[in-house]
T-cell receptor
């Protein structure tokens, strides 16, 4: 999963497998979380979000799980396809720092490679 | 076709020159953001604007400046004071600041030699 540091975590899967990408977030007061997908040389694309009053949220082929007890977020991709190959970032909305609305703080990212 | 545009996609400058990166959105979003991304790293917040004529420093504002004279536009100037300006710059917007999805532009890759 993601953590502070210089080495980007990687995950390699076979086409059709399910993928699970993990993220450890830093602030217990964070109340909103997002997963983004970024392809090489492009801007991040929104995948799914979840608020802290939920434990699970499902989208099309994706599920986000939130465990507030251990400050852990995961993204599950069902039936992974070669087009899912990208860097995946989690982001948390951290309140405080003099603002009432907080701002997104991004993790380092996980490289997902899907082999045909 | 709504979205965020950044131009140019690639930009080259000599050291010591200021350079301005363009960001325009037609999503009618109040909040806009500038991030910097270095190889193998996540996004770091440079500046953000909650509303027109307002902007706040992010985590790495030194050597950068912004303006927000129009709702649609949030240009970023990389000044000669920025020690390591070569990076991939991403602009984003959201309906409001805080816990809302941010929509990203395609990015500008700036190379300073």
């Amino acid at each position: 999963g993601e953590s502070v540091g210089l080495h980007l975590p990687t995950l390699s899967v076979q086409e059709g497998d399910n993928s699970i990408i993990n993220c450890a977030y830093s602030n217990s007061a964070s109340d909103y979380f997002i997963w983004y997908k970024q392809e090489s040389g492009k801007g991040p694309q929104f995948i799914i979000d979840i608020r802290s009053n939920m434990d699970k949220r499902q989208g099309q082929r994706v599920t986000v799980l939130l465990n507030k007890t251990v400050k852990h977020l995961s993204l599950q991709i069902a039936a992974t396809q070669p087009g899912d190959s990208a860097v995946y970032f989690c982001a948390e909305n951290v309140r405080g720092g003099g603002t009432s609305y907080g701002k997104l703080t991004f993790g380092q990212g996980t490289i997902l490679t899907v082999h045909p | 076709d709504g979205g965020i545009t950044q131009s140019p996609k690639y930009l080259f400058r000599k050291e010591g020159q200021n350079v301005t990166l363009s960001c325009e959105q037609n999503l009618n979003h109040d909040a806009m953001y500038w991030y910097r991304q270095d190889p193998g790293q996540g996004l770091r917040l440079i500046y953000y604007s909650q509303i027109v004529n307002d902007f706040q420093k992010g985590d790495i504002a030194e050597g950068y400046s912004v303006s927000r004279e129009k709702k649609e536009s949030f240009p970023l100037t990389v000044t000669s004071a920025q020690k390591n300006p070569t990076a991939f710059y991403l602009c984003a917007s959201s309906i409001a600041a805080g816990d809302y999805e941010q929509y990203f532009g395609p990015g500008t890759r700036l190379t300073v030699t």
